[in-house]
């Protein structure tokens, strides 16, 4: 339990610093190319977003490997 908790954490964390990343990559492109634009908004909770897909796609990896071990 210990150690699905801090691959969760870290998943958490990391999904987090990714999110942080790639959304102001969007944003810094999109400025560029396409000059002030209202419709990025939404990139303000793509951290928020990226992480909970990291921390759901990592339980649901964690799920398979241990059933995998079952057969």
């Known amino acids: 339990m210990k150690k699905l908790l801090l691959v969760l954490f870290t998943a958490v964390f990391a999904g987090f610093l990714g999110g942080l990343v790639l959304?102001?990559?969007?944003?810094?492109?999109?400025?560029?190319l396409l000059g002030p634009s209202p419709w990025l908004k939404?990139?303000?909770?793509?951290p928020i977003y990226l992480a909970f897909f990291?921390?759901?796609?990592?339980?649901?990896?964690?799920?398979?490997?241990s059933n995998r071990g079952d057969r």
């Open 54 to 65: 990291v921390a759901v796609a990592t339980s649901i990896a964690l799920h398979r490997k």
């Open 23 to 32: 959304s102001e990559i969007i944003a810094v492109a999109a400025r560029l």
């Open 42 to 46: 939404w990139l303000k909770y793509m």
